[in-house]
């Protein structure tokens, strides 16, 4: 789509970063790569089975 990308793996790195995408006025990306372990998911039930709440899906829930 025409937008520049920069990856960025040091905190210390952000501000040429932000300077070098901002210069052109162009789309850009920044991929922050700061830390190594892995992100908790944005919603913990995302991984939960699912809770039937209407009586004529009870048969199929998880639970």
């Known amino acids: 789509m025409g937008a520049q990308g920069i990856t960025v793996s ?3 790195e952000i501000g040429d970063a932000l300077k070098t ?3 052109p006025g162009k ?3 920044i ?3 700061l830390k190594r372990e892995l992100g908790e ?3 913990r039930d995302a991984f939960r089975m699912p809770r039937r ?3 004529k ?3 199929h829930s998880a639970q």
Do not use: K
Request: hydrophobic share 55%; glycine share 0%; no cysteine.
């Open 10 to 12: 040091r905190v210390d």
């Open 21 to 23: 995408v901002v210069a």
């Open 27 to 29: 789309p850009a990306v």
């Open 31 to 33: 991929d922050l790569l």
């Open 41 to 43: 998911p944005f919603r």
């Open 53 to 55: 709440l209407l009586e």
């Open 57 to 59: 899906y009870q048969a």
